[in-house]
């Protein structure tokens, strides 16, 4: 079993910054792939981002690409998603999720095992 708890989550206004945290408990975390993802109203969840276990293979959607960027402290059980150049449009709940596979991480909601409880972001000025 692996839990999964999210933190870091606020209002910002555009442009602005957040750091988002996953900090996972459980021996064997560093065996997970973590991918973030997110739920805005009346939208379905997408994915924003994951991370291999290793820490060698990530992914993001183009909507974030150059402005979100994903890592992973395996020593601290973390996972983090530092959010840059926040817009509107960011607006919404984030996921952190863990599914275990070593060397790649996946976009797809359906393979992951576990799910956090999530964290609010809201960009508004």
């Known amino acids: 079993q692996l839990q999964l708890v999210e933190s870091g989550g606020g209002l910002v206004q555009p442009g602005g910054s957040l750091r988002l945290s996953c900090a996972a408990s459980?021996?064997?975390?560093?065996?997970?792939?973590i991918g973030w993802f997110r739920q805005a109203p009346g939208k379905e969840r997408e994915g924003v981002s994951c991370?291999?276990?290793?820490?060698?293979?990530?992914n993001y959607a183009d909507s974030v690409k150059g402005r979100f960027t994903i890592s992973r402290d395996n020593a601290q059980n973390t996972v983090y998603l530092q959010m840059n150049i926040l817009k509107p449009e960011d607006t919404a709940i984030y996921y952190c999720?863990?599914?275990?596979?070593?060397?790649?991480?996946?976009?797809?909601?359906?393979?992951?095992?576990?799910w956090g409880q999530g964290t609010q972001v809201t960009v508004s000025s």
């Open positions: 999720a863990a599914y275990g596979t070593y060397y790649a991480c996946s976009g797809l909601s359906g393979k992951y095992d576990y």
């Open positions: 459980g021996e064997t975390f560093h065996y997970y792939a």
């Open positions: 991370i291999s276990a290793n820490g060698r293979s990530t």
